[in-house]
């Protein structure tokens, strides 16, 4: 009978040892959300193109030679005569000496000229020669003369090509680009630097061809730094490019920023907008990262509040403009609603999300940028 019990016993432990354990719920996963809210922004044509100064000067050396001194760096702030680079001396030096010593010898002929000249000027008054020959005195005096002011002349440009040796700056500016180093062998008027001349600021742009119409008739446009894009710059178009590039068949576009600020520095990225008020009126302004493609048309996930959790709901919209701080939606979602923001390709519709809200940073919806126009 004990052992019956005790079989007995030893079976049921066996049976609980074997059984699978009851699975253990998992709990929803969290998601990143955020409630829509009207977008105040300025919408329009925006193109991104770069600060430059708008005047910009090549600087080069007049003769050729070899770099034998470079004085300043990319970025280096100049004013005008300062010493730039120079080149080996040398044979400049030896050629402005060679030149002034020609002049000397024309000068000293000069003088013997004239002094025979003057000679037989007395001599033909006391008619102990002929005029014939004072005529030849007097033609080898003008030869003289003209020939010390040939060796003057050459003398001179002895001088400058000496002068030339030295590279000056001739404005004020910021030297934004050096092509030569110390040692190197340049050409006459090959590019040694780049200088951006102090002054007026503009940004240079690319404008498709369908939008250089709209831009001729702008009266004035917006330019926002990428530094600063709460900041709107007053800009005006100053010059259209008559003809497109061959590559892009895009036109240069050179858009002066009036009473450009400190902030303003060669080489940033700017962006220039074309305000088009009316376009971004009731658009509702999305990060990029809600939207995803669903059937070939776009959408997001719009959750709908059950307690303390949500439930994703698939939602088609209309995409008036993509934007470069996000997606201004003209239809198919409504202020209020709450939206998704991230992960969008890994939700399931119908599951339970536990929500995570993202509050939208403030330049989100208060810049006044456009879309980028291609066409």
């Not at 354990?21 to 105040?40: D, G, H, N, T, Y």
């Not at 004013?79 to 010898?105: C, F, I």
């Not at 198919?332 to 969008?344: D, N, R, S, W």
Request: hydrophobic share 50%; net charge positive; aromatic share 4%.
């Amino acid at each position: 009978m004990n052992r019956s019990l005790f079989a007995g016993v030893l079976a049921a432990a066996l049976l609980v040892a074997c059984s699978k354990p009851e699975p253990v719920a998992e709990a929803p996963r969290p998601v990143l959300v955020q409630k829509l809210a009207l977008a105040p922004v300025t919408t329009g044509a925006l193109y991104s193109g770069e600060v430059r100064a708008r005047y910009e000067s090549d600087l080069a050396f007049r003769i050729a030679g070899k770099i034998v001194e470079r004085r300043v760096d990319v970025g280096a702030v100049v004013k005008p005569g300062q010493l730039l680079a120079r080149l080996d001396p040398s044979d400049a030096g030896l050629n402005a000496e060679a030149a002034r010593a020609q002049l000397a010898a024309a000068q000293n002929e000069f003088v013997f000229a004239k002094a025979e000249m003057e000679r037989y000027r007395d001599l033909v008054a006391k008619n102990f020669v002929s005029r014939s020959v004072l005529e030849a005195k007097e033609t080898s005096f003008k030869s003289a003369a003209a020939r010390v002011e040939q060796a003057r002349a050459q003398a001179t440009v002895a001088g400058n090509q000496a002068g030339y040796t030295s590279l000056v700056a001739d404005q004020a500016g910021v030297i934004t680009a050096v092509a030569a180093e110390v040692g190197q062998v340049v050409k006459d008027s090959a590019v040694v630097m780049k200088l951006a001349r102090d002054g007026e600021r503009e940004v240079l742009i690319a404008v498709p061809e369908s939008r250089i119409a709209v831009l001729r008739k702008a009266g004035k446009v917006e330019v926002r730094l990428w530094t600063e894009p709460d900041v709107a710059l007053a800009g005006r178009v100053r010059e259209i490019a008559p003809s497109a590039d061959t590559a892009t068949r895009t036109y240069a576009v050179r858009v002066s920023i009036v009473d450009a600020t400190p902030a303003v520095q060669l080489g940033m990225t700017a962006n220039v907008i074309l305000p088009d008020a009316a376009t971004a009126a009731g658009a509702l302004l999305v990060p990029a990262t809600a939207l995803f493609e669903h059937e070939g048309a776009s959408a997001v996930w719009v959750m709908q509040t059950e307690g303390a959790l949500v439930r994703p709901v698939l939602r088609p919209v209309t995409v008036r403009q993509y934007r470069e701080d996000g997606v201004l939606l003209a239809g198919g979602v409504k202020p209020g609603e709450t939206i998704a923001v991230a992960g969008v390709h890994k939700i399931v519709a119908g599951e339970l999300l536990k929500p995570q809200l993202r509050v939208a940073a403030a330049s989100a919806s208060a810049v006044p940028v456009g879309v980028q126009t291609g066409g």
